[in-house]
């Protein structure tokens, strides 16, 4: 009893003593670095990808949609509008053509539909053999050497252009249908000209008689961007962008009832992760650097968002970009590594990996090189103005069967693997958002287009 009592005293004074004789430190608890929310990568990425959008085609009324919410996430979040703006929207003017019918008779006999095709800023055209001008003829025979004779000058024509492409080229026609038959977008309005694509053997080409008809329409677009402001007054002007492109295909050919391509990967888990950054960035505080968080239009029918952007910023400001495409599958490599196109052309994939150092993510080069990645992103225009901009993907394209498909929905992307992508990307982006890291600039070369 009295060990028991002994015991009981030294509990009740054991604190006293310790406030009288002994003055001990209380340790506050470290402050939990945040985590990209997995509520909000959920929830951006299904309303993106919801039916509701119609695919967020390129001047479509779901394009609107998706741009609008996407304003509303960084209102929500706290960003401002860049300077010079009003509001989160960037807008800019763009002219959508869409071929119509086209009839054609080829030295007395009319072809059959599909036969011909037509590029065109005109809205009808009538040619005839007998004109006195008459278009300039472009043979394409057969052999893989004639395809180069296919060039963007006859897809945005300068000049009127009568192409007769041999039947043994019928699958390269066949794309080319494809392309014009959606409609082209351009930045500029286009002139009086016209390109006519005849599917024949060639060259019989004695006598033609060709009418077609073409509608053309401007159409104002947007790229949805915010600003964090950076809390080192000297580096104002060192900018870091996170971008995405919002656009997709819109509606397409139906397969089973359903012609929405949502565009799920393609590209609203990119567009979700710079949302899901945006969110990070600003609950952490404490970016030296501005942060500048932008959706772009009109990637999947020439770049044209990301080009206007570029023209409104100097480019020698801009510290790096991190573009962010197709992130919503696991990569080649497993899960936990995503690859940065253009790897080698500057070093910011090695910065990226100093900053996970300890952590099982991983960043990998390109693996697929031949298919020309690096240039085929919105990343590409201020990579060629020599910015350190790469984009950060993880889908397999070679084999990835719901590329531009109707089937390219949430159910198909692992949500999980997706939001350890974007916290890697936020871990990664440590150095470079805080000053202590610079990428190196890209040198600036010719380059292919999408």
């Not at 109707?406 to 958002?433: F, H, K, P, R, Y």
Request: aromatic residues 8%; neutral net charge; without cysteine.
């Amino acid at each position: 009893m009295k060990l028991l009592l002994f015991l009981g005293y030294l509990l009740v004074a054991a604190p006293v003593a310790a406030q009288t004789k002994i003055k001990t430190k209380v340790k506050t608890p470290a402050a939990k670095a945040p985590e990209v929310s997995t509520a909000t990568v959920a929830r951006v990425v299904r309303t993106l990808a919801a039916d509701d959008m119609q695919g967020r085609g390129t001047g479509q009324p779901g394009g609107l949609l998706a741009a609008q919410f996407l304003a509303s996430e960084f209102t929500r979040i706290g960003l401002q509008p860049l300077p010079g703006l009003s509001s989160f929207e960037q807008t800019f003017t763009a002219y959508q053509t869409q071929p119509g019918p086209i009839s054609v008779v080829l030295n007395g006999r009319a072809l059959a539909p599909g036969k011909a095709l037509v590029q065109s800023g005109q809205p009808t055209l009538t040619w005839t053999s007998e004109d006195a001008q008459r278009p300039t003829v472009v043979v394409i025979g057969p052999g893989e050497d004639e395809l180069r004779k296919f060039n963007k000058e006859l897809l945005a024509p300068q000049t009127n252009t009568l192409v007769l492409v041999d039947t043994s080229q019928a699958k390269v026609f066949e794309k080319v249908a494809n392309y014009l038959g959606h409609g082209t977008t351009s930045m500029e309005k286009p002139g009086p000209y016209s390109t006519v694509f005849i599917l024949a053997t060639a060259p019989a080409t004695s006598t033609y008689r060709i009418s077609a008809s073409t509608t053309s329409r401007s159409v104002e677009l947007r790229n949805v961007v915010g600003l964090l402001p950076g809390r080192d007054a000297q580096r104002s002007k060192e900018y870091v962008v996170f971008s995405a492109h919002y656009d997709h295909l819109g509606a397409i050919a139906p397969v089973a009832g359903d012609s929405i391509a949502n565009g799920a990967d393609d590209d609203a888990s990119g567009t979700t992760a710079v949302v899901a950054l945006a969110e990070y960035f600003k609950r952490k505080n404490d970016n030296a650097r501005p942060l500048i968080f932008v959706a772009f239009a009109a990637e999947e029918v020439g770049g044209f968002g990301s080009q206007y952007f570029s023209q409104q910023l100097d480019p020698k400001q801009v510290v790096a970009m991190f573009n962010i495409e197709m992130i919503g599958k696991v990569a080649k490599f497993g899960p936990n590594t995503a690859f940065i196109t253009g790897y080698n052309k500057s070093d910011f994939g090695p910065l990226l990996q100093v900053n996970l150092a300890g952590s099982k993510f991983r960043f990998e080069p390109d693996p697929y090189p031949e298919q020309n990645l690096f240039y085929r992103s919105d990343n590409a225009t201020l990579a060629r103005l020599g910015v350190p901009a790469h984009s950060i993907s993880t889908d397999q394209i070679p084999t990835d069967k719901l590329y531009h498909s109707v089937d390219d929905e949430v159910e198909s992307l692992n949500l999980t693997n997706m939001t350890a992508v974007i916290q890697a990307i936020g871990q990664s982006a440590a150095g470079i958002v805080a000053g202590r890291q610079t990428p190196t600039r890209i040198a600036p070369e010719p380059a292919a287009g999408k």
